[in-house]
């Protein structure tokens, strides 16, 4: 799965609002000033005093947030996510992205598995939140548990093949080897790419052709287990791709 990129880096040039006031201007030039220098504690700053100015920003939040996830502080990227959801309660993403946080990098399961369930109360029909939910579950060895989110996830977007893949990984750990290879062959059709799903079909085949096979769970077995990889390439950026754009991006002064 290809390491998602961080939405500070994706900032495009749009007309910055005739409303914002010639401070806030100068706070968001110097953020990416700052940011472009790689500055990031000085960006940090700038995009405090632009808050201090605009605080019901949600756009200055997500940058924060996201800001924050470069430079591993990870606790202070939750607070700001919370602060979205304290201005925007119905903000689905915000509740996603701080699940991935709290999981991926805070090892705090329980709470994250929370924050994705109020997600999917405000939007069940987001196939990546039902994937962040197998995901944690699967960390927890919830499996019957992980395979229904990662169903829910596979039904609302078939195309979601790292969902596929996580499925026949979780079917191939509980022994059911016939299902998980149907999962399997389906996430290297739309990814051929996927060498993990391609080694765990070869160890999949390997049980079928044995005669002394037994369902059972799979216990130590010698093959690469991406699960933490795949998770923490998910959390390197707090935002899944699909509905993840800010609802306003701003262009800064150039000269």
Do not use: C
Not at 26 to 34: E, I, K, M, P, R
Not at 58 to 70: C, D, G, M, Q, V
Not at 117 to 138: C, H, P, Y
Not at 232 to 238: G, I, P
């Amino acid at each position: 799965m290809k390491t998602i990129v961080l939405l500070l880096l994706a900032i495009s040039l749009v007309t910055v609002l005739p409303a914002m006031s010639q401070d806030a201007k100068y706070w968001l030039a110097q953020t990416q000033s700052d940011y472009n220098n790689g500055t990031y504690s000085l960006a940090l700053d700038d995009i405090d005093e632009y808050l201090n100015i605009n605080s019901s920003d949600l756009w200055a939040w997500n940058f924060k947030a996201n800001l924050l996830i470069k430079m591993k502080r990870y606790s202070d990227a939750v607070d700001s996510f919370d602060q979205i959801i304290k201005l925007d309660s119905s903000n689905a993403q915000a509740y996603n992205d701080r699940a991935l946080i709290l999981s991926g990098k805070m090892r705090q399961d329980e709470e994250a598995l929370n924050s994705l369930d109020t997600a999917l109360q405000i939007d069940s029909r987001n196939a990546n939140t039902w994937f962040n939910k197998g995901m944690v579950l699967e960390k927890l060895k919830r499996y019957s548990e992980a395979l229904e989110a990662y169903g829910k996830a596979t039904t609302l977007d078939p195309s979601l093949d790292r969902a596929w893949y996580r499925q026949g990984h979780v079917l191939m750990l509980t022994g059911s080897y016939e299902a998980s290879l149907q999962s399997l062959e389906k996430a290297t059709k739309l990814n051929p790419k996927n060498s993990d799903a391609q080694d765990d079909i070869g160890f999949v085949n390997t049980k079928l052709n044995s005669p002394d096979t037994k369902p059972n769970i799979v216990e130590n077995a010698t093959l690469p287990d991406s699960s933490n990889k795949d998770f923490q390439e998910n959390t390197n950026m707090a935002v899944e791709a699909k509905g993840a754009v800010p609802e306003k991006t701003i262009e800064f002064p150039v000269g």
